[in-house]
């Protein structure tokens, strides 16, 4: 996203215990939680390399009143897809912006998906064709390929069911100097 936007960057993984983080926040506040992850991601990186100027991002997965981890398994991405199926879900992707060490940023977007109802033939078609990668993705589909098939309404910015708020990304490094306006 951040490429195609003309942004230069670099990648860094954040070593951060992810488990940690999601074992201390409230799980019914999934929107949060995406920023809490972003700004830990962020700060650990930032602690790096004082300069930079560090990029922070992740996203929850929020069903019937629970939060949604990655699914461990292929079966587990059917058993997910299969509840999912004719209801509404939110996705939340937050980012946070940190330089010397501090969070100078973070914001959150949520977009709500409907998934259809489709058919069991169709989703065992989708597992066969797509395979191992779901298990990347928060809600075992990407919007962007053929897991596009599973929604039959998505409200929300693209960007965010991708998994950052890139219009909010972009405003704060124009705001902070780092783009030109």
């Known amino acids: 996203m951040l490429e195609g936007a003309g942004v230069p960057f670099a990648v860094q993984v954040a070593d951060v215990d992810e488990a940690a983080v999601k074992a201390t926040h409230d799980p019914a506040d999934a929107a949060g939680l995406a920023v809490e992850l972003a700004r830990v991601k962020a700060l650990a990186v930032s602690r790096h390399d004082a300069e ?5 991002a992740d996203q929850t997965l929020s069903f019937q009143g629970g939060l949604v981890s990655k699914a461990g398994s292929l079966d587990e991405a059917r058993a997910r897809l299969t509840a999912m199926r004719g209801t509404v879900h939110q996705l939340h992707s937050g980012a946070a912006l940190a330089r010397n060490g501090q969070v100078v940023w973070s914001g ?13 033939a169709f989703l065992e078609t989708y597992l066969k064709t797509e395979g191992e990668g779901l ?8 919007l962007e390929g053929m897991g596009s098939q599973l929604f039959e309404a998505v409200e929300g910015d693209y960007f965010t069911v991708l998994g950052l708020p ?11 100097g780092v783009l030109r306006s």
Do not use: H
Not at 52 to 56: K, S
Not at 135 to 142: D, E, I, M, N, T
Not at 166 to 176: D, K
């Open 52 to 56: 930079a100027w560090v990029l922070g």
């Open 108 to 120: 959150v977007d949520t977009a709500t998906l409907r998934v259809r109802n489709f058919s069991d």
């Open 166 to 176: 890139l219009w909010p990304v972009l405003a704060e490094l124009r705001r902070a």
């Open 135 to 142: 298990l990347a993705c928060v809600g075992s589909y990407r």
